[in-house]
């Protein structure tokens, strides 16, 4: 799954610990996330769209 996290981090000037924080989860869990070796769950995915006022899909493409 290809991701846009990083990206979306960066333009608002948000380390992974403060995104982490307002995720509710661990900078490791962020880092895992932008380096695609983490899936996130179905409810961690809509948290992450929701404070970044997109859609899941904006966030988050399936690879093919």
């Known amino acids: 799954m290809k991701t846009r996290l990083r990206e979306l981090r960066a333009e608002r ?15 490791q869990t962020v880092n895992s996330i932008e380096t695609e070796r983490y899936e996130p769950s179905l409810s961690l995915a809509f948290r992450v769209a929701a404070l970044f006022g997109a859609t ?7 690879t093919t």
Request: hydrophobic share 40%; no cysteine; net charge negative.
């Open 13 to 27: 000037g948000w380390s992974q610990a403060e995104l982490a924080e307002r995720l509710g989860v661990s900078r």
């Open 56 to 62: 899941v899909e904006q966030v988050f493409q399936p």
